[in-house]
């Protein structure tokens, strides 16, 4: 009773690749933070004002991790997911068209850590 295994190999390959281009879609944001000073001084800011988005960032981050493991027991561990990456996706978005610095920026930030 010899199984043909390669009409189950596509599946588990495709989901594999889905996996690996989604990871490298949730770490593109982690990438922005890394430009984040440059973004800054063509707006017309300097690192100070960068590492105040940053310390935002970072609290948000703190408190998230703390909460996150509640919230992946009270929605599931996808959709858990699916939200962090809703706020990832809007502070990428919102990094692009901010206006300038202030609060947008801060929000942005804070949706980063979240995220």
Request: aromatic letters at 8%; hydrophobic letters at 50%; charged letters at 5%.
């Given at each position: 009773?010899?199984?043909?295994?390669?009409?189950?190999?596509?599946?588990?390959?495709?989901?594999?690749?889905?996996?690996?281009?989604?990871a490298y879609?949730?770490?593109?944001?982690?990438?922005?933070?890394?430009?984040?000073?440059?973004?800054?001084?063509?707006?017309?800011?300097?690192?100070?004002?960068?590492?105040?988005?940053?310390?935002?960032?970072?609290?948000?981050?703190?408190?998230?991790?703390?909460?996150?493991?509640?919230?992946?027991?009270?929605?599931?561990?996808?959709?858990?997911?699916?939200?962090?990456?809703?706020?990832?996706?809007?502070?990428?978005?919102?990094?692009?068209?901010?206006?300038?610095?202030?609060?947008?920026?801060l929000i942005?930030?804070?949706?980063?850590?979240?995220?």
């Amino acid at each position: 009773m010899a199984t043909n295994i390669s009409d189950d190999a596509p599946a588990p390959t495709r989901l594999f690749g889905i996996f690996c281009f989604a990871a490298y879609l949730l770490s593109v944001p982690y990438g922005t933070t890394f430009l984040l000073s440059l973004l800054m001084s063509h707006h017309g800011g300097n690192e100070g004002t960068a590492g105040t988005v940053i310390s935002v960032m970072m609290i948000s981050t703190i408190l998230s991790v703390v909460l996150s493991g509640h919230l992946t027991d009270w929605l599931g561990f996808a959709k858990s997911i699916g939200v962090a990456s809703l706020f990832l996706a809007l502070s990428c978005g919102g990094f692009a068209v901010a206006p300038g610095m202030g609060t947008a920026m801060l929000i942005c930030g804070l949706m980063l850590g979240i995220g």
